[in-house]
């Protein structure tokens, strides 16, 4: 029969060596298979892809552009294809039309970052070279989705902060309002895309 204080001393050392071993460094295997399940278990679609996930199809959109405050508007039609790729994470964008009687084409890819918390847009065209990026949110009902960026403005070189507002209908069309911050801080709206469903 073993002693009390031999018993305790027993359990004592038996729970030392359970802490050593639960404070053990975990091997390169099981940190690699850590960060893999966490990786996976946010690769996967959630609900705010179910948002944008509307947009998927064929459109008409009337674009109107405003290129300075005060400034008549340029109204053009144009023809977009939205399409989820890549197992439905993210939305790729084929846009045609003509700006100033020249053709112009885009594309743009837009999406959800689960692991940043934010919706992701990507967008360039035939009349530029840069990639404008823009990160936002979706207000909690899911019919707007609100993105902040910068671009460089090409006569002063410059970076201007916009805004961009995607807000959809009860008919299932959508439009995507732009809006350029100022120097003095006011906003002027420089674009306006109304997209209805062919």
């Known amino acids: ?6 018993l305790i001393m027993l359990l004592l050392a038996l729970a030392a060596g359970s802490v050593v071993l639960a404070g053990e460094e975990p091997t390169p ?6 960060a893999f399940d966490a ?5 996967a679609p959630g609900e705010h892809h179910k948002h944008f996930a509307r947009m998927e199809g064929f459109w008409e959109v009337e674009a109107t552009f405003w290129y300075a405050p005060g ?23 084929k846009y045609a039309s003509e700006v100033n009687g020249m053709p112009f084409a885009g594309r743009g890819t ?6 940043a918390g934010e919706y ?3 967008w360039v065209d035939n009349m530029g070279t840069g990639v404008l990026m823009m990160r936002g949110s979706c207000s909690d009902d899911g019919k707007v989705i609100t993105l902040h960026g910068e671009q460089m403005d090409p006569a002063t070189k410059e970076n201007i902060k916009a805004r961009s507002v ?21 906003e002027f709206k420089s674009m306006e895309l109304a997209y209805t469903r062919k």
């Open 1 to 6: 029969m073993v002693k009390k204080p031999v």
């Open 29 to 34: 295997e099981e940190q690699g298979q850590a």
């Open 39 to 43: 990786w996976m278990k946010l690769a």
């Open 71 to 93: 400034m008549e508007p340029q109204v053009t039609k144009g023809l977009s294809t939205n399409i989820l790729i890549l197992g439905k994470r993210y939305l790729e964008t």
């Open 110 to 115: 837009l999406g959800y970052d689960r692991i």
């Open 120 to 122: 992701v847009d990507t």
């Open 166 to 186: 995607t807000t959809f209908s009860e008919d299932g069309n959508y439009l995507i309002e732009m809006w350029n911050l100022m120097p003095d801080g006011s």
